[in-house]
């Protein structure tokens, strides 16, 4: 059962602090995470929708509802997240999010399947992401409580859904070889068009010593758990020609994550 929980989470004074265990390269890369999440859900959005027709079962047409409203509900915190972010911090929200919105129109231009496959290769990364937050990995540890809970919220939804893109690609008549050509490029425009454009600007306004900071960035990237390294079976899998995200098993740490949040469907 996909449901969105709609909860509107309060933020502090903590987003002007580095408040990933002031860790000032692991609460940037959050921090640039969450600037592409307004855009990017609604692209995610309207390119299922682009391609709704397909789904004929009614137990996919109540998964693509589902999708939809948990990607609205994400796409509204973030924003709040954002503006808040920028305020505390000094940064220019409109010159983040600018390359995100471009993307975003440049994608509806594309053949409407296509576009899909873009989503898809998204949501695995997304799904991936989230779960090295809920407990394949330490990239939260010693994060302020309210936005950990906020990022593990996210996450949770994030593998509830994780199928329904590529399901309705595959009822559209999508190929693996599609598949593939899009994660290439949608991992190029994840850390370099977006990522690192965006971690370029938060270095400039904060300034943190370059040394630690480089430390900080190899540690989260390359170290044990670390993002690139921690997840590179599960990236890599999305090449399989009979790869499914449901082969990757996240039941347990999902129903963990759920219990200890309290995020339980009532």
């Known amino acids: 059962m996909i449901k969105p929980r709609d909860i509107r989470f309060p933020l502090d004074s903590a987003l002007s602090s580095d408040w990933n265990g002031s860790d000032w390269f ?6 640039a995470m969450s600037i592409l999440f307004p855009y990017g859900e609604k692209s995610f959005i309207d390119s299922v929708r682009a391609n709704e027709k397909a789904a004929t079962s009614p137990a996919l047409k ?6 939809m409203a948990q990607e609205y509900v994400h796409r509204r915190e973030h924003q ?5 972010l920028c305020v505390a911090r000094g940064y220019s929200l409109d010159w983040l999010e600018a390359a995100i919105r471009s993307d975003s129109e440049e994608l509806q231009d594309l053949d409407p399947l296509f576009w899909l496959a873009t989503t898809v290769a998204y949501e695995h990364l997304t799904a991936t992401i989230a779960g090295g937050i809920l407990g394949r990995t330490n ?4 994060a302020d409580a ?9 996450a949770i939804e994030e593998i509830e859904h994780k199928s329904v893109a590529f399901d309705v690609y595959l009822a559209a008549g999508g190929t693996h070889a599609m598949l593939r050509k899009a994660m290439v490029l949608m991992s190029f425009e994840f850390l370099v068009r977006f990522q690192t454009r965006s971690l370029w600007h938060m270095y400039r306004r904060d300034r943190p010593p370059l040394g630690r900071t480089l430390v900080q960035a190899a540690r989260f990237l390359f170290g044990k758990g670390g993002l690139i390294r921690g997840n590179w079976r599960h990236y ?6 009979d790869f499914h995200p449901d082969h990757i098993d996240d039941v347990a740490i ?3 994550a759920i219990a200890a949040d309290g995020l339980a469907h009532r």
């Open 26 to 31: 692991r609460t940037a890369f959050f921090n």
């Open 254 to 256: 999902l129903n963990r």
């Open 80 to 84: 709040h997240f954002n503006e808040e």
């Open 139 to 142: 990239w939260l540890d010693g």
């Open 146 to 154: 309210g936005i950990a809970k906020m990022w593990r919220w996210h």
């Open 236 to 241: 890599w899998a999305f090449f399989r020609s």
């Open 62 to 67: 109540a998964a693509v509802r589902g999708f």
